[in-house]
């Protein structure tokens, strides 16, 4: 004898489950919401300040190396360093500019650092001197609002300019100062300050 089976067809969700499910999804995508957002922006904030301590380091080797180099030339219309001040309130715009033995290149290098105000920058500048093709290699170093440069002379006093100014009475053709001190401030707070030691590596006849 055969037994007839009742099967009763899926009618799938009643609109009130829906309903009941769609807010709970949306009662959990809040609640991480809520906690992701902050987490994002402090991995954003960390990530920015790792970037800027990452190439702050780049530009104090740069400079470390730049120095490092350091030459005379015997063309009195070229010196090994120059300062120039420019002063607004608290922030500095000051450039530093010199003459080194880039190994990269086959002649002696002028490099030229100096605050791009449009670009928020630190920039430095490098050309290779007395080459019939001069080409200017532009490096963005260091976002900063302020950048100044100061030397140490003979009776340990700081200057603020150097070889471009004789009223201090200094023969800068003859003698480098005994070092120099950089500093720079970021947008964000971060302040760096370089003292660095000077002498010449050789001359350039």
């Not at 300040?49 to 015997?74: F, I, K, P």
């Not at 290149?105 to 019939?132: C, F, K, T």
Request: net charge negative.
């Amino acid at each position: 004898m055969k037994t007839r089976m009742n099967c009763t067809p899926n009618q799938g969700f009643t609109l009130l489950e829906l309903m009941v499910a769609l807010s709970i999804f949306a009662l959990i995508a809040s609640v991480c919401y809520a906690a992701l957002v902050p987490a994002g922006k402090g991995f954003r904030m960390l990530q920015a300040e790792r970037d800027q301590l990452e190439s702050s380091y780049q530009m104090d080797r740069r400079l470390r190396m730049d120095v490092t180099y350091l030459l005379r030339s015997a063309d009195k219309s070229v010196h090994t360093l120059e300062i120039t001040h420019d002063q607004r309130g608290e922030d500095a715009f000051d450039t530093l500019t010199l003459l080194i033995s880039d190994q990269a290149s086959l002649a002696p290098v002028q490099v030229h650092y100096a605050l791009d105000e449009d670009s928020g920058y630190i920039v430095r500048q490098s050309q290779a001197l007395w080459m019939r093709e001069k080409r200017t290699v532009d490096w963005q170093m260091q976002q900063a609002v302020s950048f100044e440069v100061q030397a140490l002379v003979a009776d340990d006093r700081w200057v603020d300019v150097w070889g471009n100014n004789l009223s201090a009475g200094l023969n800068f053709t003859e003698h480098l100062p005994k070092a120099l001190r950089i500093r720079w401030r970021a947008d964000g707070g971060l302040e760096r300050e370089l003292v660095l030691p000077l002498f010449i590596a050789g001359d350039v006849r």
